[in-house]
């Protein structure tokens, strides 16, 4: 994906790449950070910083519509009981900004 980007302007390096991924991805920040360093060897991107947002995990019910963030994968409407939940957030993994030079 930044690969991509990248292709569509005149970049000289990346300084910096923002990044947000969803708790209910299990992306691990040490882990992006060890891929993005291999991934960024002998690129424009070898060198930037890498920065990443981690977006909590929220639920909505559906049946009373109370939007709450989700602890321990238990998908339970604290307000109602319901299980009758829809992820709103937290299954991100997308690139949010990157700043170029």
């Known amino acids: 994906m930044i690969d991509h980007t990248l292709s ?3 970049v000289k390096r ?3 790449v923002k990044i947000k991924v969803g708790e209910l991805t299990n992306a691990e920040p040490d882990a992006l950070a060890m891929a993005f360093e291999a991934y960024s060897k002998d690129t424009l991107c070898e060198g930037a910083e890498l920065i ?7 639920g909505c ?4 519509h109370y ?4 602890k321990l994968m238990y ?3 604290p307000n109602c009981k319901s299980t009758n939940i829809e ?3 937290g299954e991100e ?3 949010e900004s990157l700043e170029v030079e």
């Open 8 to 10: 569509q302007h005149d």
């Open 14 to 16: 990346v300084l910096k």
């Open 52 to 58: 990443v947002e981690r977006v909590p995990l929220l």
């Open 61 to 64: 019910c559906r049946d009373c």
């Open 67 to 70: 939007e709450f963030n989700v």
């Open 75 to 77: 998908f339970l409407c």
């Open 87 to 89: 992820v709103v957030q």
């Open 93 to 95: 993994l997308l690139l």
